[in-house]
Structure formats: structure tokens, C-alpha cells
């Protein structure tokens, strides 16, 4: 059932336009996605949902978009350049190479031998050249996480804003792994965006704050709708931690595959900040000291594909059976949709499309007027839109819809007025 729910969220996610392989028409590059129409939408909320708990809803907390491509001192002080690495391992047999760790009973999964040549420690960074020649000085790296940004603006963000410890810098960016296997859909990929959160607090406080953001964290998810059970804790093992981190849990989801790491969250010690040099004066009592580093970090689009998972359902039975995806309405890529109920009444187009215009400024509407309206309910429950808007022929009498509720199929009228309050209020 689990691998189920897999292979339909994939093809859906494919079908209807929230995810492509990237430049498919050349036969794909693995580990690399587009986004579609609604893919877009999706992340995009994701991400803004983020930002408004993370960043908008705090005083404490500022944001930041770095450059993706650093001076190349910045990884070697961070440790990347010597510790972002896994183990290489290649099967003596079809020669493919593997992640050594993700190896299950040390059994080649393409050839099934069992022979591999010793681990070599492979670093993920990307490297490219910046300026026209290519040799050692211009060797440059793709940033394999965005939180190395936000610790090198640290003196000047605190230079240039009135923040007291503890406070947080909040960045969404690009990040990219050159990972050795990738797979699971969207789960491991090459190019992915991360929603970060550096909190710098006074060393004393940091045991304090990595619980407060533990739960800070969980309740995010539960807020946009995941279901409480499909998420847990998980401490990591001291072999298990990056080279930086001297505490770190995962929060996982039930993936179909099993529990898997949706987001880290890492005491950073005063590592960071120690090896850039950084350090931080409190006005008030004159100490000055280096903070520690409490780092909620989470990856958009394996989080996009867990809320695809986690609100994927298939309710009823034979030409009543319907797929529906029970989206919080903030996440969802379109809020509603509207339909005339018959497409060939120029009159109930006319106030359809009214609607449709007035809704659109507001929020991503839907219009649909093809087929008959049982096919379009089914259409926009596939991509999770919560609620449908049909003008039939009482709407030219009394000025009422229906409103159709995606998740209880409820149908209630509405008067064409009330309609922009009573969708606000629910997204
Ligand atoms: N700054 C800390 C950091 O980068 P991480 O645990 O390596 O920590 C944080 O990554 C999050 O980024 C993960 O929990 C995951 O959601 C996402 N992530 C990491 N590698 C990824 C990959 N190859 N593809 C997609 N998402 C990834």
C-alpha cells in the first residue's frame, strides 16, 4: 500500500503538472527537477509559509539572500572542503557506483554482487571556475547548504540592524550536492532550494532554544496539516553527525520507503562563527562572547513532496471514486475554481467569468469549463483545490453560487458578494 501511495503521488505529481524531470526533451539529468505550474505554486507557498512563521511573525528574526557562490575560504574554514563527504564505494561486478552507507546487506542493487572496492570519501561540492581561466585560483563551489551565508553576514547584519542576542537570520536559497545516488522522486536531488534558520544565542541558552525550536518546528508541519503521526524525532547517532554539530535531531516523515529526514535541526556549537573569526559584544553587560548556533534546516521540495504524500487520498468506490489531495488551502496551488455550470449559456459565462476576474487578483484561481461539472469537482480535487464556485441558473435570479467544499463534497450557496471574505478567511 505504502509503495502504493508512491508510484500514484509520482505519476499525479508528473500528470498534472507539479514536478518534470528537468530537461527531459534530452533525456533527463538525474537528480535534477522542474517545477511546474502547480509545483511552482506549491513551493512557493511552502516557502512563504516559512518566512511568515520563521521570519514575519517574530521580532527577533531577519532574512537574508547571500550569492550563491562564495569566496572559496569560506568552505575551506567551514570544514566542507575536507569533511562534506560520503563514502564511494564500486561494485567490483557491473563497476556502478554507490553511497557505501545506503548499501542494504552490502548487496549491489543493480547487479546484486556483493563485492566493492574500498570507500573512498567523496565531496559533494559542485565545482565551477569563476572568470575566464580555468586553473586554481578561479576554482569556486556551488554552496551545498545556504547557512555558510547567512554566518558570513553575520557582523555585518549585526553591524547594520538593531538585534539583541538571542536573535535569528532566516535565508531560502539554492543549494546543491553533487550526491552519489540520488532517487526517491524529489527526496535526494542534485539542485534543491533549503529554508534555513541560524540562531545565534549565548552559549548558556543553547539547550534552551534547541528545544524551543524543536517544537517550534514540529507544530509548523501540523499547523499547514501533516498528520501529527506521520512525523516524529530522531537524535542522531554521534558517527552520524556533520562535522559541526555537537546535538542534532532529525524530524522525520513516514515516507513510503520508511522514516526519512524532512528537516535537521543541529546545535552548531560556536563552531561556525569561531572559524570566520566572528564574535559578539553585549552592549548592556560589556561580555563579549561567540554565540552558538541553534539551525533549523529544511529542504522545500522534500517537504513539498511529503505534504503531496501526506494529504494524498482516494475516497468512494467505482464511477464515485474520486482521488483528492486534502491540501491545507495555504498550501494548495489554486484556492478555487470556478465553472459556469453548462459552457454554451453565454449569459451564466458572462457571470462566471465575472467572478473568475474578481477572485484572481486576490489569490490563483481556476477556470474550468469543460465537460460536465462532476469531471471538473474531480479535476480540482486532484490538485487539492479546497473549494469549487459553480454559477448556474438561480444565480441569475437571486445572485447565490454554489460553493463546493473539497474534503466534505458539502455544497452550500453563497451570495456573490460574500464570496471573497468568506475564501479569505479560510486560506
Ligand atoms: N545547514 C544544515 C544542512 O544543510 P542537512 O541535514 O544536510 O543540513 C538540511 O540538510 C535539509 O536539506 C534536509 O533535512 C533536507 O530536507 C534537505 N536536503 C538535504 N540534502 C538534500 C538533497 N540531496 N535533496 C533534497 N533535499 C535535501
Known sequence: MASDRFEKVVSLAKRRGFVYPSSEIYGGLSGFWDFGPLGTELKNNIKSAWWETVVWSRE???????????????????????????????????????????????????????????????????????????????????????????????????????LKMPFGIAQIGKAFRNEITTGNFIFRSREFEQAELEWFCHPKEADKWFKFWQKERISWYEALGMKRKSLRFREHEVTERAHYAVTAFDIEYNFPWGWGELEGIANRSDFDLKVHNLSYKDEETGEEFVPYVVEPSVGIERSAFAFLLDSYDEEGEGSKKRVVLKLH??????????????????????????????LKGEFPVAWDDRGNIGKRYFAQDEIGTPWCVTVDYDTLEDGTVTVRDRDTTKQDRIVIDDLLPYFSSKI
Open 60 to 162: 527577533d528574526v531577519v532574512g537574508l539572500d547571500s550569492a550563491i557562490i562564495y569566496n572559496p575560504k569560506v568552505w575551506e574554514a567551514s570544514g566542507h572542503t575536507e569533511n562534506f563527504a560520503d563514502p564511494l564505494v564500486e561494485c567490483k561486478g557491473c563497476h556502478q557506483r554507490f553511497r557505501e552507507d545506503t548499501l542494504e546487506k552490502k548487496q549491489c542493487p543493480n547487479c546484486g554482487g556483493k563485492e566493492f572496492t574500498k570507500p573512498k570519501m567523496f565531496n559533494l561540492m559542485f565545482k565551477t571556475y569563476v572568470g575566464p581561466v580555468e586553473d586554481e585560483e578561479g576554482l569556486a563551489y556551488l554552496r551545498p547548504e545556504t547557512a555558510q551565508g547567512i554566518f558570513i553576514n553575520f557582523q555585518n547584519i549585526v553591524n547594520t540592524n538593531r
Open 329 to 358: 488551502p495555504r498550501l494548495a496551488p489554486y484556492k478555487v475554481a470556478v465553472f459556469p455550470l453548462v459552457a454554451n449559456k453565454p449569459n451564466l459565462v458572462k457571470k462566471a467569468r465575472g467572478i473568475y476576474d474578481s
